[in-house]
């Protein structure tokens, strides 16, 4: 019998490899370059063709772990520990988002695949953070029986390596999105807008400083709201553009392409030759 995380990965193995055929021909591939990985023919472009061949590579290997290991169903476990009773099982996993994360991963992959590459490449990694901090809550949710302590186990393994990649790419998206702001309005607003960014994130550092009482949901609320409010701001601006930008030219150069002569600049005549013999 088939186990459900195996149906799901396998459906994610037959997906990913869809893709990477579709890609290929989209991309220029020959007839029979993308269904051959290339050995008649030519893939369209090789680096998202091989990127979709990866990814269902290892999604393939992960539904083999999952049907080996049988979604650790606990009858499977008593069967293999050789014990008569089958060990307490965990109830169903808890709610997360990281499927509707993905789902939003996968139409952001599709929509690249039309419209420019930078966006396949960004749903493809999108995609890949979802799956791994997908399979890691549901790895965690059926490890004890004990939310508790399931929840602890991943946040003590996924903890180092989430903050930090969080961090940088909070901070990234952050300072992309207000020099999209700053290179869209006047030089003038430009100024008052990043002493207003700053002067926003100075006193909310203080207002948390001096109440550290204050409960961590309203923290995180005030976090996202400013968040989401500059990239808002980001992606407005980037689509208005750049205001436009006054290019200063050398004087040195101005005067060598208006063709005047500089003082003292005088022509010698030419003495030929021949008037001497």
């Not at 952001?108 to 590459?117: A, D, F, N």
């Not at 968040?227 to 436009?244: F, K, M, Y």
């Not at 208006?258 to 005088?266: A, E, I, K, L, Y």
Request: hydrophobic fraction near 55%; charge should be negative; proline fraction near 4%.
């Amino acid at each position: 019998m088939l186990t459900t995380g195996f149906k799901s990965f396998a459906a994610w193995a037959v997906g990913f490899l869809v893709a990477a055929v579709v890609f290929g021909y989209t991309t220029g591939g020959s007839s029979l370059g993308p269904l051959s990985v290339g050995w008649k023919g030519a893939v369209g472009n090789h680096v998202g063709y091989a990127i979709l061949l990866v990814a269902a590579a290892v999604m393939a290997t992960l539904a083999g772990i999952i049907i080996a290991f049988r979604d650790a169903d606990s009858d499977a476990a008593a069967g293999y520990l050789r014990v008569a009773e089958a060990p307490i099982g965990q109830r169903l996993t808890q709610p997360s988002f990281w499927p509707l994360v993905a789902a939003f991963a996968v139409g952001v992959t599709l929509v690249g695949l039309v419209v420019t590459p930078v966006l396949f490449v960004a749903g493809l990694v999108l995609l890949t953070i979802s799956t791994i901090e997908w399979t890691m809550t549901a790895w965690a949710d059926a490890a004890t029986g004990d939310p508790e302590v399931n929840r602890a186990l991943r946040d003590r393994i996924m903890g180092p390596i989430e903050t930090p990649i969080l961090g940088f790419g909070a901070v990234g998206i952050l300072v992309l999105a207000i020099s999209r702001i700053l290179i869209a309005v006047s030089a003038e607003a430009a100024v008052w807008v990043a002493i207003g960014v700053a002067a926003l994130i100075f006193f909310t550092a203080v207002a948390i400083a001096v109440r550290p009482n204050v409960p961590r949901n309203a923290i995180v609320a005030v976090c996202l709201l400013g968040g989401i409010g500059i990239l808002a701001g980001g992606v407005i601006a980037g689509a208005v553009g750049e205001r436009d930008f006054e290019h200063h030219e050398a004087e040195g150069e101005e005067h060598s392409e208006s063709g005047d002569s500089q003082p003292g600049d005088t022509e010698e005549p030419q003495v030929e030759a021949e008037t001497s013999e």
